[in-house]
């Protein structure tokens, strides 16, 4: 991708249980949130991306709620946790393009406070044409998950204590992060040691459940250069799609590969530049799958790739998700992909916490998976690069 | 969310796709042209994008992709995926299959299943519950064969006491089309059981369930105070009060009123059938006929055998089985016989469960996950199982902590609208309820147990291996003459699931040795209640089998 489109604002909601605040006040406190990190105004915001779980008609009820006045471009695109990567891709792109100049994209829920447990907020999945043929199951994504786990264990011998790796790595990252819902560093035992809730799945092998949210700004490379925030750039970005075809699904190998591929490729970049990754970790056996499909190790091998802290700063090859991740910070909407995005470019800039932040961090990556990787599912990677 | 989806012609494929379902047939889809099978209909190939497409049923046969299980799924249910042999991959249930041992690239075999609206759903079990099932089968159509011998000609029974039992008893011998004679000493007792009697023999005859004499038979009824009237019946069952000193006064009586050569039954389920036999002049002739309630319904008969009982009474207890079209198992005469022995096992160890960290609810979702029809606590309340367990001990001075609690809290179960749960007025859906933890837990701190969750494998192990042990003991005590017959009695009598082919066979498909294991860890852990039975240990020691041949041989 040229040098157009740059992360010029962030902002993490604070709350992990949004009692007594409206999703769209959450909204509200994302969107001022990252406009003031970025130093510009409502009034500077042509552009506008949120996901279907904002409240009202698509994009046009938060549009006039935040009092956006000047879009020229809006994008309510809806995959489920990787919308967030989707959207910073297609505001990369509609900025090259010349449809806007200063984007923001804003995800806040409040699945917690309004008891949803982990579902989707503006989605109707009694609609899907496939309804009336599936089993008799209720809808928790963790069930297509154990599934996944299942299948890459006999397929590749990966084991639970593999699997508990990824959460141990996000518990120490948790630490020294004071918003992270969970910040106990936990063992490979304590993991194990936690109730069973889909067969291999642990509870502590899943995501936690949080209100809140994030936003970014994403602006024009000039606009970029006179603002005061480390420019971070948007260097390359892929999505791809994946689903059951008609009963031809492997469930061990993701839409990961081809958003991978196709991001590496525009940047110019192979796994090896990448100095931290923000990988979607809805539950344990993602990240496996994920570093996989990105190119991180062999495919089979991301089991033994994440076991003994090798995603640990300071301790591993790869750092990942030094905020805590969804295993352990935040996993706002049940859409972890804001949250990546967020420390992806705190890393970035060299603003993450000094515990966790790593040395050299011109070029790290961030990578989600919406839906459920043992059906539909939508991967979206980013690549971002310090300037 | 609403949507504006009519698809009429997405309708019409449903419509056909659920008929096939009800004649237990899958159907895919198949491309017209690039003959493709996909998994749910669609009027185009997916595949290939060719607009016309057509049915193709699945044959059944498929192998398992992955699966998993979860407390969240429906009782006894894992999500899985397998691959048809025609190809796709769907996402389906895994019903009537023991989640240990599914393994993926196993065959699997399609079966229909209820889905929660009551239409049949696509399901698919695993070949060890296939194998379950036919030994199951095996054992029970064996029991139903043993032939007759030289049996006594049965025209007429007699019923002593026309309570609970007397009158599903009176019920069965009418359907079977057998005269029948209710003795009882209260005029009461005899109306009401002459109505329940007429109602139950109405139904059976309306499903077409009864011999074509059953009318006449129920009008020939004779109920009457008048203990000679029993003079010319073939076979005397008393099924009075649970007392001794009653049976023994009305076995007395029997005695004096019954022909030479009739069969004095007794339907006891706790009492000794010797002592009882003793208060006759022909212990030979006397035999438990232990029957289960609803008699005209429950498919068991445990003919209990006393030591004075000869063949020839036991030939004519057996033919009254077949008449009635029960499924006769022979057993000892000892306390529980067989089904109970195994069934006070499990609701000694559930309470047990209770005071170490469970509750009702969490014990009988672990049984009604394993298969069996109902759990404990939900039976007990059904059974007024609190209020005969708290009168049974009253005469001996023991005293039950939690048991006494709740019979004097008024909790006698669902007649009561409280139990172990409590129930909404009219419903006899189990609730939760919190009083009853209360309870529970201050047994807990009583007798100074630190509650802890127990794990579904630790109750597995402190409910399941206990009955299994029984077995053991049962064997050995010669009480029962073959793991078969634990097998029938509880496949038969106590809802035990076919999958899994019975206790005994249970026990060998899970492996002697692990069972010895565990229960020797148990008993070290937790006491003297999970000694292993001797037979369990020198069948292990000596490598033996508990079945030869192999059960799961033809
Ligand atoms: N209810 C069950 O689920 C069940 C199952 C198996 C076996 N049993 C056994 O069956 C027997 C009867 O149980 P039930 O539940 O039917 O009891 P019940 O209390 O319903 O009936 C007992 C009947 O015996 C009558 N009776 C008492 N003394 C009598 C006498 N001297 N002469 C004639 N009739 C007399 C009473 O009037 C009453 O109608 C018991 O031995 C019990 O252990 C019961």
Redesign the interface.
Known sequence: MADTAYIAGIYEHPTRNAEGISTAELHADVAFGALADAGLGLSDVDGFFCGAEAPGVGGFSMAEYLGLTRLRHMDTTETGGSSYMVHLSHAAQAIAAGKCDVALITLADRPVAGKAGPRLA???FS?I??R???????P?P??GY???A??HM?DFGTTSEQLAWVKVAASHHAQHNPQARLRKVLTVEDVLAS???????HRDDCCVLTDGGGALVVVRAEIARQLKRPPVRIRGTGEAMQH??????D?TRSAGVRSGAIAFAEAGLTPEDIRYASIYDSFTITVIVELEDLGFCAKGQGGRFVADGNLIAGVGRLPVNTDGGGLCNNHPGNKGGMTKILEAVRQCRGEAHPAVQVPRHDLVLAHGTGGSL??QHMAATVILEAM | ?S?H?T?PR?AAL?AE?QAAAEAGILLLRACQSCG???????PH???CGHRGTEWRKASGAATL??????????PA?H???VT?AE???????IVQSD?EALE??QPMTLRFTK??KGAP???FVAPASLRAEAYAARVIAEADAVPPGEAPALAQVAVIGGGTMGQGLVSACLIAGLSAVLVDRAHEALERARSVIAANVAQAIDKGKARPAAAACLDALVCTTDMAAISRADVVIEAVYEAMALKQEVMAQADRFARPGAVLGTNTSTLDIDAIARATTRPGAVVGLHFFSPAHIMKLLEIVRGTATEPATLAAARALGDRLRKTSVTVGNAFGFVGNRLMIAREHHAAQLLLAGALPQEVDAFQTGFGLPMGTFTLQDMAGGIELAYRQRQDTGRTDWLIDRLFKAGRTGLKSGKGYYRYEPGSRKPIPDPEVEALIREWSAAEGVTRR?I?PAEMHDRLILPMLNEGFKLLEEGIADRPEDVDTVWLRGYGWPAWRGGPMYYAQQKGLGAILDRLTALQAQEGEAFRPAALLQSMVAEGRALFAPSPDAA
Request: charged share 10%; net charge negative.
């Open positions: 503006g989605v109707d609609l044409p496939e009336h043929f599936q089993p008799p199951v209720p928790f963790m069930l154990a599934m996944v299942r299948r006999h109730p069973m809730v889909a067969d291999p799945l059951a075809a008609g009963g031809r699904a469930l043992a059906g | 969310m949507g989806d698809q997405e449903l796709y493709e099978a996909h998994v749910y209909p669609r190939c997916p595949l992709y992955s699966y998993t299980t979860s407390p969240m799924l429906p249910t999500y899985a995926m048809l190809g796709p991959t769907m996402p389906t249930i989640f993926i690239g889905g929660p759903v696509p399901a969750p794990p």
